[in-house]
């Protein structure tokens, strides 16, 4: 069964100051890698995704993230944050399975509080 | 990608009662999934709809409680039955772009009282 850990709940940045999130994956085969962020009372929304190819994913709002299969990771990265950054992310896996694609499983999430 | 319309948005039920939710695709999809996101929580997978067969349900999740239709490829309900304060959550419908991944509804935030 693939699994998704997201091993920082809450992680406090100051506003301008880079930002690294840290997801690790559980799979046997080459997933397909996601980060979605939630804002309160919002729904997802796709920041970025990784099906194949290229390692380094450029996504929306300036956030790319790296697929490192040696270390079953893809975290997320920005460069310099902003108040409006402020949102819960979760990182999720997927996969195409025989009989057609699989449900995502997501990791717990990771609140992410910007400081002024 | 494709655009998902979920309702109602939100709702109050009465435990006993049943809500049905609904999902509509601007565009055909052949694999719609149901998630739900408790309070404070990640979501969990509830089943995976496809058109024209039985919804596949994860473990801890059953058909009595939980029924999925899939009756065309652009459109599902879930219904939630018998519910009770435990059932607070919100629930959000997923289609599966070739393309673009993984689309989620705006979800319903459903309060048992």
């Known amino acids: 069964a693939q699994s998704v850990t997201q091993p920082d709940i809450h992680i406090t940045v100051s506003e301008g100051a880079s930002l690294e999130l840290r997801c690790n994956y559980s799979?046997?085969?080459?997933?397909?890698l996601f980060w979605y962020v939630q804002s309160p009372g919002q729904g997802l929304q796709l920041l970025l995704k990784?099906?194949?190819?290229?390692?380094l994913v450029q996504g929306i709002k300036g956030f790319e993230a790296e697929f490192k299969r040696s270390q079953s990771s893809f975290n997320l990265r920005k460069p310099s944050v902003h108040w409006s950054d402020a949102a819960e992310y979760f990182c999720?896996?997927?996969?195409?399975?025989?009989?057609?694609?699989?449900?995502?499983?997501f990791g717990k999430g990771t609140h992410l509080i910007i400081q002024p | 990608s494709a655009v998902i319309s979920q309702k109602p948005s939100r709702d109050i039920c009465q435990r006993g009662t049943s809500l049905t939710i609904q999902c509509q695709v601007d565009?055909?999809?052949?694999?719609m999934f149901w998630y739900r996101q408790q309070p404070g929580q990640s979501l969990t997978l509830i089943a995976t709809a496809n058109q024209g067969s039985e919804a596949t349900y994860e473990s801890g999740f059953v058909i009595d409680k939980f029924p999925i239709s899939r009756p065309n490829l652009t459109f599902s309900t879930l219904t939630v039955s018998n519910m009770s304060p435990e059932d607070s959550s919100i629930y959000l419908c997923?289609?599966?772009?070739?393309?673009?991944?993984?689309?989620f509804g705006s979800g319903t935030r459903l309060t048992v009282v």
């Open positions: 565009s055909q999809v052949t694999m």
């Open positions: 799979y046997g085969a080459t997933p397909y």
């Open positions: 997923s289609a599966r772009d070739r393309l673009y991944g993984y689309t």
């Open positions: 999720a896996v997927g996969a195409d399975s025989g009989g057609g694609a699989d449900g995502l499983t």
């Open positions: 990784y099906f194949s190819g290229d390692t």
